[in-house]
T-cell receptor, first 115, second 116 residues
Framework: KQEVTQIPAALSVPEGENLVLNCSFT??????LQWFRQDPGKGLTSLLL?????REQTSGRLNASLDKSSGRSTLYIAASQPGDSATYLC??????????????FGKGTKLTVNP | DTEVTQTPKHLVMGMTNKKSLKCEQH?????MYWYKQKAKKPPELMFV???????INESVPSRFSPECPNSSLLNLHLHALQPEDSALYLC???????????????FGEGSRLTVL
């Protein structure tokens, strides 16, 4: 059974810091790993998708890496801003799309960026 | 357009009521999903529709009844719910990876359900 762990559970940093969020998973037979952001009481916003054949993806100040063999992904946020404050969720997707597809979420990292 | 639209945003219902949640996407995605999220927990999968056919039911109680009238619409019919069913209900969609090459998931803003 796939288990996804996110460390740390919470993180508070001053504005401007570069930071790293970690995600680990137990079964490396995945086809996608997706990072989401969730603001309180809101839906999930997709940040980055890394397919199993890829090593990293970048979007603006965000960079996500994937090491399937070790079961790890990291989300790097450069020059953090107060608007980055949210819960960040890592989701690992395995199985067959639309059929036996399984998406397992980590419990998230709650990020607070202080002005 | 990468939008998944859910209505209503908030719903309060009694245990004897019948209500429905609605989800719509116009991205041409062929899989649609219902997730349930309790406070401070990650989302949990309830149902998956692939090409308008129910492909996954994660042992959800029958008081939740999904329906996929067409490839753009997904409904969740609610009947005789319990207070513990109060949660944020999230809809998501994704395209067949054989068409889009990614299978990326897109979520709606959710419907906040309170059962009295």
């Amino acid at each position: 059974k796939q288990e996804v762990t996110q460390i740390p559970a919470a993180l508070s940093v001053p504005e401007g810091e570069n930071l790293v969020l970690n995600c680990s998973f137990t079964d490396s037979a995945i086809y996608n790993l997706q990072w989401f952001r969730q603001d309180p009481g809101k839906g999930l916003t997709s940040l980055l998708l890394i397919q199993s054949s890829q090593r990293e993806q970048t979007s603006g100040r965000l960079n996500a890496s994937l090491d399937k063999s070790s079961g790890r992904s990291t989300l790097y946020i450069a020059a953090s801003q107060p608007g980055d404050s949210a819960t960040y969720l890592c989701a690992v997707i395995s199985g067959e799309w639309g059929g036996s597809e399984k998406l397992v979420f980590g419990k998230g990292t709650k990020l607070t960026v202080n002005p | 357009d990468t939008e998944v639209t859910q209505t209503p945003k908030h719903l309060v219902m009694g245990m004897t009521n019948k209500k429905s949640l609605k989800c719509e996407q116009h991205m041409g995605h062929r899989a649609m999903y219902w997730y349930k999220q309790k406070a401070k927990k990650p989302p949990e999968l309830m149902f998956v529709y692939s090409y308008e056919k129910l492909s996954i039911n994660e042992s959800v109680p029958s008081r939740f009844s999904p329906e996929c009238p067409n490839s753009s619409l997904l409904n969740l019919h609610l009947h005789a719910l319990q207070p513990e069913d109060s949660a944020l209900y999230l809809c998501a969609s994704s395209q067949d990876p054989q068409r889009s090459n990614t299978g990326e998931l897109f979520f709606g803003e959710g419907s906040r359900l309170t059962v009295l």
